[in-house]
């Protein structure tokens, strides 16, 4: 069956080669590009399109990468694709990735696209957990990837549960606390609002810039055996070859930077590193694979390369690279300032617009209230006159009987002559009468002085009804003054954005001061670098009560252990290379 199979492979292969083309898959960090090459093509051919499709010029970073049974390989840039022990179906698929990583990413990366590759494959390697990350900087870095995704935070726009389908921190750090998925977005929010004024590009340049002092930063781990036997980790970096013991990939036991290292090769199995110094003994391992020793080959090789390519003067390549990243980083400055300056007038024009608006609401408030008060003042005067003239009717009323009870009393005077009994009796009546014609009297009186109130109410309430007219025409008067289209002098001028007022001029005097700007970018960095120790160290601070202990993994409890030793990867790195070849070659031996 293996026979037939490897027949069958062996067909496919020829009829490949026989075909005139051939269709590849590649995988980039941000989508798939599709391409039909020819048979004769090399590698460096394919990889040159990639790179032009992309618009990419730092080329010496990346490589074409494919899997091979259980590993990987990358793709040799002088062999014909074909020729290669690529997959045999059809579009072979390459994953488009950073084969070697810079020592100062700021320093080093120079175009756009460059930088967001490293940063997008450095984000999915931490989140993959590839990289060991503490959780207060994978706290710091989500926030930055939140800003290079999201741009400047804004509470109206950024509300509580916008990150909840966002995939921000490795499993590792969610499970290690007691906290829920809206603490932690609540954490990620709070640093994420201190980025205000960030592009999208510095946003990735400080999550390469904090990154690249993780301790598996751009390092690949190789499973090794030194002459005793003893299973070791080879780490190759940008720095140089690392040995670790394989539970502790965070901390070497020693280290051979690149510029102690004369020559490297293999020999089947056996793998040989001669140092430059020619009386240190030379240093050997062995892996398991000759397909491994290949690939530690290549990256031994390419990364020497670079190490000695930052030490010379750059090609004229580079220098007009960079040249042309400080005059678009410069064209950007001014564009941004302009924006800024832009944004800033707009936001002015609409403060003063709001503040108008609600000036005017304000006069119509006060318009419908003395409207109110002024219907009141009507009402009431409408309801005193009522009044008045009910008192008045009743006064007139009470007044014609106590003339008809007058007119009484004078007819029983001249009928009470005609008998003593009837006198007397009469006399009783008229005392009554008297009596109650005095108390219709007093009571007609009563009503006459409140006919004469009422009256005075009513001129009292027609006056109140006169002031409020007025001072209602006083307020319609104001808010035709304040409205835009009755008075054009009290109203702020339209503000014009037109493209001839906001031109482009790009003159020496804003390199000028961008170059000032870079200078005191540079005398601050120290203190940039001592507020993030301080943010990652609040950071820390506000979550450990929160940890769960015995979810801690090796690498969890290596990296307190380290920090609370004081020892970080540069450091560490410094304190092995001063020993000496000699040394460090039987160390290793011995371990």
Same mark, same amino acid.
């Given at each position: 069956?293996?026979?037939?199979?490897?027949?069958?492979?062996?067909?496919?292969?020829?009829?490949?080669?026989?075909?005139?083309?051939?269709?590849?898959?590649?995988?980039?960090?941000?989508?798939?590009?599709?391409?039909?090459?020819?048979?004769?093509?090399?590698?460096?051919?394919?990889?040159?399109?990639?790179?032009?499709?992309?618009?990419?010029?730092?080329?010496?970073?990346?490589?074409?990468?494919?899997?091979?049974?259980?590993?990987?390989?990358?793709?040799?840039?002088?062999?014909?694709?074909?020729?290669?022990?690529?997959?045999?179906?059809?579009?072979?698929?390459?994953?488009?990735?950073?084969?070697?990583?810079?020592?100062?990413?700021?320093?080093?990366?120079?175009?756009?696209?460059?930088?967001?590759?490293?940063?997008?494959?450095?984000?999915?390697?931490?989140?993959?957990?590839?990289? %060991?990350?503490?959780?207060?900087?994978?706290?710091?870095?989500?926030?930055?990837?939140?800003?290079?995704?999201?741009?400047?935070?804004?509470?109206?726009?950024?509300?509580?549960?916008?990150?909840?389908?966002?995939?921000?921190?490795?499993?590792?750090?969610?499970?290690?606390?007691?906290?829920?998925?809206?603490?932690?977005?609540?954490?990620?929010?709070?640093?994420?609002?201190?980025?205000?004024?960030?592009?999208?590009?510095?946003?990735?340049?400080?999550?390469?810039?904090?990154?690249?002092?993780?301790?598996?930063?751009?390092?690949?781990?190789?499973?090794?055996?030194?002459?005793?036997?003893?299973?070791?980790?080879?780490?190759?970096?940008?720095?140089?070859?690392?040995?670790?013991?394989?539970?502790?990939?965070?901390?070497?036991?020693?280290?051979?930077?690149?510029?102690?290292?004369?020559?490297?090769?293999?020999?089947?199995?056996?793998?040989?590193?001669?140092?430059?110094?020619?009386?240190?003994?030379?240093?050997?391992?062995?892996?398991?694979?000759?397909?491994?020793?290949?690939?530690?080959?290549?990256?031994?090789?390419?990364?020497?390369?670079?190490?000695?390519?930052?030490?010379?003067?750059?090609?004229?390549?580079?220098?007009?690279?960079?040249?042309?990243?400080?005059?678009?980083?410069?064209?950007?400055?001014?564009?941004?300032?302009?924006?800024?300056?832009?944004?800033?007038?707009?936001?002015?024009?609409?403060?003063?617009?709001?503040?108008?608006?609600?000036?005017?609401?304000?006069?119509?408030?006060?318009?419908?209230?003395?409207?109110?008060?002024?219907?009141?003042?009507?009402?009431?005067?409408?309801?005193?006159?009522?009044?008045?003239?009910?008192?008045?009717?009743?006064?007139?009323?009470?007044?014609?009987?106590?003339?008809?009870?007058?007119?009484?009393?004078?007819?029983?005077?001249?009928?009470?002559?005609?008998?003593?009994?009837?006198?007397?009796?009469?006399?009783?009546?008229?005392?009554?009468?008297?009596?109650?014609?005095?108390?219709?009297?007093?009571?007609?009186?009563?009503?006459?002085?409140?006919?004469?109130?009422?009256?005075?109410?009513?001129?009292?309430?027609?006056?109140?009804?006169?002031?409020?007219?007025?001072?209602?025409?006083?307020?319609?008067?104001?808010?035709?003054?304040?409205?835009?289209?009755?008075?054009?002098?009290?109203?702020?001028?339209?503000?014009?954005?037109?493209?001839?007022?906001?031109?482009?001029?790009?003159?020496?005097?804003?390199?000028?001061?961008?170059?000032?700007?870079?200078?005191?970018?540079?005398?601050?960095?120290?203190?940039?670098?001592? %507020?993030?120790?301080?943010?990652?160290?609040?950071?820390?601070?506000?979550?450990?009560?929160?940890?769960?202990?015995?979810?801690?993994?090796?690498?969890?409890?290596?990296?307190?252990?380290?920090?609370?030793?004081?020892?970080?990867?540069?450091?560490?790195?410094?304190?092995?290379?001063?020993?000496?070849?000699?040394?460090?070659?039987?160390?290793?031996?011995?371990?």
């Amino acid at each position: 069956m293996a026979s037939a199979l490897a027949a069958k492979m062996g067909f496919n292969s020829l009829m490949r080669k026989q075909a005139k083309t051939f269709n590849v898959r590649i995988s980039t960090m941000e989508s798939d590009l599709e391409f039909s090459c020819e048979v004769k093509w090399k590698g460096k051919d394919l990889f040159d399109l990639v790179c032009r499709t992309l618009g990419l010029r730092e080329t010496w970073f990346f490589g074409l990468r494919y899997n091979i049974k259980d590993t990987v390989a990358w793709l040799k840039m002088d062999k014909k694709v074909l020729d290669q022990e690529v997959p045999k179906e059809e579009p072979i698929t390459f994953h488009f990735l950073a084969k070697f990583y810079p020592e100062n990413a700021e320093e080093e990366l120079v175009q756009d696209i460059t930088q967001h590759l490293f940063f997008l494959q450095v984000k999915k390697k931490i989140l993959e957990e590839e990289i %060991h990350c503490p959780p207060e900087a994978s706290v710091l870095l989500a926030s930055y990837a939140v800003h290079a995704e999201y741009g400047d935070y804004d509470p109206a726009v950024h509300k509580p549960g916008f990150l909840a389908e966002e995939e921000l921190l490795p499993k590792r750090v969610i499970n290690l606390y007691q906290m829920t998925p809206e603490m932690w977005e609540e954490r990620i929010t709070a640093c994420y609002a201190e980025h205000r004024g960030r592009t999208r590009d510095e946003a990735e340049m400080e999550y390469l810039k904090i990154a690249q002092d993780l301790d598996m930063y751009g390092v690949n781990y190789f499973l090794i055996r030194n002459k005793k036997g003893t299973d070791l980790l080879l780490g190759v970096d940008a720095l140089g070859l690392h040995i670790y013991e394989p539970d502790n990939k965070l901390t070497p036991k020693c280290s051979f930077p690149w510029n102690e290292i004369r020559n490297i090769s293999y020999s089947d199995k056996e793998f040989t590193i001669k140092p430059l110094d020619k009386k240190a003994n030379v240093f050997k391992f062995n892996s398991s694979r000759l397909r491994v020793n290949k690939l530690i080959l290549q990256l031994c090789i390419g990364n020497h390369d670079l190490f000695m390519r930052r030490r010379r003067v750059d090609s004229l390549e580079v220098q007009q690279m960079k040249a042309q990243a400080r005059e678009e980083r410069a064209r950007k400055q001014v564009e941004r300032q302009r924006l800024q300056r832009e944004k800033q007038l707009r936001e002015e024009a609409e403060r003063a617009r709001d503040e108008l608006e609600r000036r005017l609401i304000q006069l119509q408030d006060e318009a419908d209230m003395a409207n109110e008060a002024l219907l009141r003042s009507e009402q009431t005067a409408d309801l005193l006159a009522e009044k008045a003239q009910i008192a008045e009717e009743e006064a007139k009323l009470l007044a014609q009987k106590a003339a008809e009870a007058e007119t009484e009393m004078q007819r029983i005077k001249v009928t009470a002559i005609r008998g003593q009994e009837e006198r007397r009796l009469m006399e009783q009546k008229m005392l009554e009468a008297k009596m109650v014609a005095l108390k219709m009297a007093e009571e007609s009186e009563r009503r006459a002085k409140e006919a004469e109130q009422l009256k005075q109410d009513l001129l009292e309430a027609r006056e109140s009804e006169r002031r409020a007219k007025n001072k209602l025409l006083e307020i319609t008067s104001k808010a035709v003054y304040m409205s835009p289209g009755l008075a054009p002098d009290s109203m702020p001028q339209d503000v014009s954005f037109s493209r001839e007022n906001l031109s482009f001029d790009f003159k020496d005097t804003d390199m000028k001061r961008l170059s000032m700007e870079i200078e005191k970018e540079k005398v601050e960095y120290m203190e940039k670098s001592k %507020h993030l120790q301080e943010q990652l160290n609040e950071l820390k601070t506000e979550i450990e009560s929160l940890k769960l202990k015995e979810r801690e993994t090796p690498l969890d409890i290596i990296h307190n252990q380290n920090t609370e030793q004081g020892t970080s990867k540069h450091s560490n790195f410094k304190k092995l290379t001063l020993q000496s070849t000699k040394s460090r070659v039987a160390f290793f031996e011995e371990l």
